[in-house]
């Protein structure tokens, strides 16, 4: 309504502030939300009368008819993604604005200082300054979207598989990039990414019970305990899936997602059809080749067709300062009965790794016991 988020936080912050003073006194209002947003209201008209606007943005405000709360929410999603905003913005802002993080919660949860991302959040501001806060037309649809699937999958990321720290999972942003993820869905059926994004996470987030051990250590794929495994998550996640096939094409979350199912129905590690996921991982190259993509199709190609196959894949393919070539590479030479090679593959991996699980796992592939 404001057209400024700087104005619209303040204005909802004095809105509550005025519930705690009200409300234990003259009881919770019938419609909470409602009260909210109309104290909000009054308290932004004062603010813009204060700034000498009051005449036109009083006749825009008042002349608002209350908004649905999806095409306001779709609206909130698409302007904290701007292109315009650095990534590192993005991220701060969708979880301030939408997850209802505090900067304090965001900063220990990417393990930045917090005036760091208070300055993230307050430059994402500043770029959304020259934006109208409103959904975008019609033909820049898709390259927005493309914006807020990156941002809710990037948070996802960072939960899943912890770049740095002492946790090697951050359960927190995983279930709130799930959450938007869901949110998102919901709001754009017709959009097989968006659903193919829901189901990529919801078969994701099926796994993190068994993703880690007494200790918080890291069980990988292979040996984990498949009954800890989620199935409600599973089912839902294969629905969204359904719903992405059933536009016809999938794009690059989508086949991630189809990928995500053929581990989500193999009973065990045996039975994963490591055929169709390196299928798969060939689609997924074509259609948005990258690095890392070439990496996770290595290692289908491994349990394909043998670890010197996957070895091949490799060759050529560099990620400078990513730990987990150098982990593939030592995976895939211990199998193919070369451990000295191995051995100095998991070293180069433990060095370049930031998180404390994740290298220690390395350190232990690289020094094994006595067998």
């Keep these: 309504m404001t057209g400024d988020l700087g104005l619209a936080e303040e204005s909802a912050q004095d809105a509550f502030v005025l519930a705690l003073e009200t409300w234990p006194a003259e009881g919770v209002p019938a419609n909470p939300g409602g009260w909210l947003t109309t104290t909000a209201k009054r308290k932004a008209i004062d603010q813009l009368r204060r700034q000498g606007v009051y005449e036109e943005k009083l006749r825009e405000l008042a002349l608002l008819p209350p908004a649905a709360p999806e095409p306001e929410l ?7 993604c701007h292109p315009q905003v650095p990534v590192e913005g993005r991220l701060a802002l969708t979880l301030r604005l939408l997850g209802g993080l505090t900067t304090a919660e965001i900063a220990r949860a990417f393990l930045v200082p917090e005036p760091t991302v208070g300055q993230r959040i307050y430059r994402a501001k500043t770029a959304l300054r020259k934006v109208p806060i409103e959904l975008p037309p019609a033909e820049e649809l ?95 996640g294969l629905e969204a899936l359904a719903r992405a096939e059933s536009t016809g094409v999938l794009g690059p979350y989508g086949l991630q997602a189809a990928i995500a199912a053929v581990h989500a129905r193999a009973l065990t590690f045996a039975d994963t059809d490591w055929a169709r996921m390196a299928a798969l991982y060939r689609l997924l190259a074509h259609v948005a080749p990258s690095p890392i993509v070439e990496l996770n199709r290595a290692v289908a190609v491994g349990m394909a067709e043998g670890p010197e196959a996957g070895l091949a894949v490799l060759d050529g393919l560099t990620l400078t300062g990513n730990p987990h070539l150098a982990a593939v590479r030592g995976d895939l030479l211990e199998r193919s009965g070369r451990p000295e090679e191995a051995r100095a593959a998991f070293r180069q991996a433990a060095d370049l790794s930031g998180n404390a699980q994740e290298k220690a796992l390395y350190e232990r592939r690289a020094n094994p016991g006595p067998s």
Excluded: K
Excluded at 197 to 214: F, T, Y
């Design 74 to 80: 779709l609206t909130l999603i698409f302007t904290a």
């Design 142 to 236: 898709p390259a927005r979207l493309a914006s807020v699937l990156e941002v809710i999958y990037l948070i996802f990321n960072e939960g899943y598989a912890a770049t740095s720290g002492e946790s090697w999972i951050r359960d927190d942003l995983c279930f709130e990039a799930l959450r938007l993820s869901r949110v998102l869905a919901a709001l754009m059926p017709g959009s097989s990414e968006a659903s193919g994004l829901q189901a990529l996470l919801e078969i994701q987030s099926s796994r993190l019970a068994a993703r880690v051990g007494p200790g918080g250590e890291p069980v990988l794929l292979a040996d984990q305990d498949r009954s800890r495994w989620d199935r409600l998550l599973i089912r839902r």
